[in-house]
């Protein structure tokens, strides 16, 4: 479910309804170094935000994080978000968080993933779980 509101780490339902999308949990989910993730970066030692390493632990996967200086791989996280505004809301406009939510599903099951082949693999990321 979709939320208007700043994500912090209250929302790890975010996860769980991509898990439950993609019918699984990832061995790993790289993330980005926001504050509900690693709490301080000091030369690549990450003091990691206890509840979501807790999560993590508990869910069953385990954490990557960008590094905070390298472009290459913060941009593999972005790359998801700037996807999704650019291709999924374009010119789209929502009148509540339900039709939002509404409106992405669809988008996913139409456009995104069963359209959408991996570079790399050539599977769709639905076959990757």
Sequence with gaps: ?????????????????????YGGCPLNCVENQTKWVVIREEFRNLTLNDRFAEYATRTG???RVCEGDDPESKG?????????KHAGFYGETCRSVPDMD???????????NN???????????????
Excluded: C
């Excluded at 509404?102 to 099951?109: G, K, N, Q, R, T």
């Excluded at 359209?115 to 779980?129: A, C, D, I, K, M």
């Design 1 to 21: 479910m979709a939320s208007l509101q700043p994500v912090d780490t209250s929302a790890f339902m975010l996860h769980d309804a991509a898990f439950r999308y």
């Design 61 to 63: 996967f385990a954490i």
């Design 102 to 112: 509404a409106y992405l599903a669809s988008w996913l099951e139409d456009a995104a």
């Design 115 to 129: 359209q959408r082949l991996h570079s790399v693999t050539g599977e769709s990321p639905r076959n990757r779980f």
């Design 76 to 84: 593999k996280v972005k790359a998801w978000v700037k996807y999704v």
